[in-house]
């Protein structure tokens, strides 16, 4: 069982900044394929950012490549999603979510297993 706690969300006007932070509970986070989701108001979930268990494959949705950038730190069971140049479309809810499948990184909802509660994005114009 993986627990995770998101935090680091807020306002921030267009053009600034962000940088969200999942705290992992569990020895066997190490090991698990982390992604970053977001949800705005009347859409549905979507992929942002996924990080393999070793951090050496990245996959990102397009409407953010080249802003945000995934990294995690497993000595501190930690994943993290820095976001730069953030737009308005980019307010929403960002999760934070585990796949404990050993296979490659994936962007589809059903293939990760737990989720954090979430933190409000929210960027004025």
């Known amino acids: 069982q993986v627990q995770l706690v998101e935090s680091g969300g807020g306002l921030v006007q267009a053009g600034g900044s962000l940088r969200l932070s999942c705290a992992a509970s569990g020895r066997t986070f190490n090991y698990y394929n982390m992604g970053w989701f977001r949800q705005a108001p009347g859409k549905e979930r979507e992929f942002v950012a996924g990080?393999?268990?070793?951090?050496?494959?990245?996959d990102y949705a397009d409407s953010v490549k080249g802003r945000f950038t995934i990294s995690r730190d497993n000595a501190k069971n930690t994943v993290y999603l820095q976001m730069n140049t953030l737009k308005p479309e980019d307010t929403a809810v960002y999760y934070c979510?585990?796949?404990?499948?050993?296979?490659?990184?994936?962007?589809?909802?059903?293939?990760?297993?737990?989720w954090g509660q979430g933190t409000q994005v929210t960027v004025s114009s």
């Open positions: 979510a585990a796949d404990r499948r050993y296979s490659g990184l994936s962007q589809q909802l059903a293939e990760y297993d737990y």
């Open positions: 990080i393999s268990w070793r951090g050496d494959s990245i």
